[in-house]
């Protein structure tokens, strides 16, 4: 039995109907590609004399893939060249077309047809999960439970190599269920006048709106896509009737990349429902939003950093307090480093008590304007504007119990380093990348450090993403 993809990329239905509308699909980039085909029996047959250094973009292979990697795809192999497949799962046996080729190192493939499914494969709902389509989610082919025991091996895996650990995980669900729950978009406007993510590994932007939504968007962002107004002061790119010389010309910025405005889409707890243009050039106020967790209120800039799902600010604060339990640290003193807009300094607030210290320390600085009103009400904590790795030879040259959130690209061996020479009886980190924690686990385990728990929860359902919170303690 052969299982083609569904929304099928390659069938006549899919191709020029939406699913769920029955309007045609004449912009969808799927009607245009010169291998369209009608129907998975009018694939051309595979060669089987295609030699792995030969592999070009374009070709078809059938394989078997492996397990699953960090980054939203599975490890297969053709005659021992590795593929990295987007839209498989492990142990399936699959055609796959070849999307990028290293010359000498790895390939990339999307899945085309599946000719052995895992029972756990389900039909991705959204009109914009497709080969070559929307980049945002990664797993909608996927159960659920599968996605979260793929997360869960990933995490292992990681931390397994760039560690040396061995250690069991499990990812555990939010409420919620698995779609509308991303509250806060960064999509990008292209020279159609489309609103959406970007596609996968790709400048195109897959353009969504009420009829042909994002299904892990929160309610209201796919209508503020496709009714936001552009701000005059915001550079459109050029349109597709402009020549492409001045195409080049505005589109392309330092990088040599396309630069497109981008623009947040929030759907806030308060039920403010806003766009911000970041690019729109002069100073502009940007408005606060409130969000509910930890039994309070916090006022968050309406494009930085609060946890875009709606229960992942209280399970991840709820996850640190866990972690921070067991020892007595009434009176501590603690640092809360990354601190945004002070969720981890209320929870320290509450378990240092007024007799204890809190250092939140945030390199934003609307953020921490924002930490230093949300956190009036705890005396017991001082908010430094800065970034953590200048500001931390300025701290106290000791510490109880030390929080840290950091951006994906982790704390980094050097910090890792500067906070186990303070001692912490405690550190505590929230992980948004496994690499980065495995890396930063490594750092801190060659600090005298090691890894007591580790819980792992699945804040982006559809998505290779995962949000970890581990505890360490000297060794
Ligand atoms: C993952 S967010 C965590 C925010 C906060 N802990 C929360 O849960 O709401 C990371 C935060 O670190 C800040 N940040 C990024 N790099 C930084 C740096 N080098 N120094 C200080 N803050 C930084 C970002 O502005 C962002 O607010």
Redesign the pocket.
């Known amino acids: 039995m052969t299982v083609p993809l569904t929304p099928d990329p390659l069938t006549t239905d899919a191709r020029t109907t939406d699913p769920r509308t029955t309007e045609p699909r004449t912009t969808d980039p799927r009607t245009t590609r010169d291998d369209a085909l009608t129907t998975p029996e009018d694939l051309p047959l595979v060669p089987t004399d295609l030699l792995p250094d030969d592999l070009r973009p374009g070709d078809l292979l059938e394989v078997e893939i492996g397990a699953v990697a960090h980054g939203g795809h599975c490890v297969a192999r053709y005659q021992g060249r590795v593929i990295f497949v987007r839209l498989g799962l492990p142990g399936e046996l699959v055609r796959v077309r070849i999307t990028e080729a290293r010359k000498g190192s790895f390939c990339r493939a999307d899945v085309i047809e599946v000719l052995r499914a895992d029972p756990e494969r389900v039909q991705a709902p959204c009109v914009h999960f497709f080969p070559g389509g929307c980049g945002g989610c990664d797993f909608q082919h996927a159960s659920g439970a599968l996605q979260r025991s793929m997360k869960a091996a990933v995490v292992s895996e990681q931390l397994q190599r760039l560690a040396g650990l061995d250690i069991p995980v499990t990812v555990q669900e939010l409420p919620g269920g698995g779609f509308g729950w991303r509250t806060r978009v960064r999509w990008a406007l292209d020279p159609e006048g489309r609103i959406g993510p970007r596609a996968v590994r790709s400048h195109r932007v897959e353009g969504v709106n009420p009829s042909q939504p994002c299904l892990i968007a929160a309610p209201g962002i796919n209508e503020l896509a496709a009714t936001a107004d552009v701000p005059s002061g915001v550079r459109r790119p050029a349109s597709a009737g402009t020549s492409h010389r001045q195409q080049s010309r505005q589109l392309r910025g330092r990088t040599g990349r396309p630069e497109l405005p981008e623009v947040v889409l929030t759907a806030a707890g308060d039920g403010q429902r806003l766009a911000i243009w970041p690019d729109q050039p002069g100073a502009h106020a940007v408005p606060t939003v409130i969000e509910h967790a930890v039994g309070q209120d916090f006022s968050v800039a309406a494009d930085g ?3 875009v799902h709606p229960a992942a600010a209280d399970t991840l604060a709820g996850a640190v307090s866990e972690a921070l339990q067991g020892l007595e640290l009434v009176g501590s003193s603690s640092w809360d480093l ?4 002070g ?2 300094a209320e929870v320290l607030a509450e378990v240092v008590g007024e007799t204890g210290s809190v250092v939140t ?4 600085r609307v ?1 921490s304007g924002l930490a230093v009103t949300n956190l009036a009400h705890r005396p017991q904590v001082s908010v430094v504007l800065g ?3 200048k500001v931390i030879d300025d701290l106290p040259d000791t510490v109880d119990v030390v929080v840290l ?3 994906r690209a982790g704390a980094g061996p050097a910090l890792c380093a500067q906070i186990a020479a303070r001692a912490p009886a405690l550190i505590v980190y929230v992980a ?1 990348d496994p690499a980065a924690l495995g890396r930063d686990t490594a750092a801190l385990m060659a600090a005298g450090y090691r890894l007591e728990t580790l819980r792992a929860f699945d804040c982006f359902p559809q998505t290779h993403h995962i949000e970890c919170v581990a505890r360490f303690r000297p060794a």
């Open positions: 950093f609060w946890q990354y601190g945004g807009v969720l981890f320390v945030e390199g934003d953020a970034s953590v790795e959130d950091p951006p948004c």
